[in-house]
């Protein structure tokens, strides 16, 4: 069943299920998008753009698949932009466009989660968890309570959907982790993207400390001259 709900493209980012984000809103047609959706229910689609470069976004320009958003805060700012706080509720999909002008109006289908109840799933979920607590020890800009939260869900779907919101991945990787219906494909599909950068994070930790040591090695040589300069100094 389709209904019809104000449509805010985004440029950079994709907004997830469970997800909350601030969001600062300049364009014309995305505020009049917003203030569309707090005279209705508060509730709007986010898609992320093809192109974040692109300033004036055709229905071609901007993905298929987004996610349904609560908006829990508007901000209007001094300088005319819109702060904004959403919460990622649901997937859902564009069928077609009621209106481009002065906002998007899309017509979307929401996307149920497919149900991977196996024995195999909990085995999935574990080996996932396991591999984040590796990209979290390697990755400091994810704050360590995250694990314990992670480590506590219990539904597929929501422990893909947690994970992939804290992992820096191209866009194009989340969008097409956003698009996937089946809980058990998305933490397959999670499971090779982490292993894929803890290799990375590996190998910058090992230049990391070479170059340190390099450091160390060279001021330690530059100490030891200056004192022998000046040693040979006081003698002559």
Known sequence: MTRSVPLLPLRDIIVFPHMVVPLFVGREKSINALEEAMAADKELLLAAQKKAKTNDPNEDDIFQVGTIG????????????????????????????????????????????????????????????????????????????????????????RLADTIVAHLSLKLIDKQGILETESPAKRLEKLYELMQAEIEILQVEKKIRTRVKKQMEKSQKEYYLNEQMQAIQKELG
């Open 70 to 157: 609560h908006i829990i805060q508007l901000l209007r700012l001094p300088d005319g932009t819109v702060k904004v706080l959403v919460e990622g509720k649901k997937r859902a999909r564009i069928e077609s466009y009621a209106q481009t002008s002065p906002y998007f109006l899309a017509e979307i289908e929401e996307i149920e989660d497919a149900d991977d109840g196996t024995t195999e799933i909990k085995a999935l979920m574990r080996s996932v968890q396991a591999v984040f607590d590796k990209y979290v020890a390697l990755n400091k800009r994810i704050p360590p309570e995250m694990l314990v939260s992670v480590q506590t869900i219990e539904d597929p779907g």
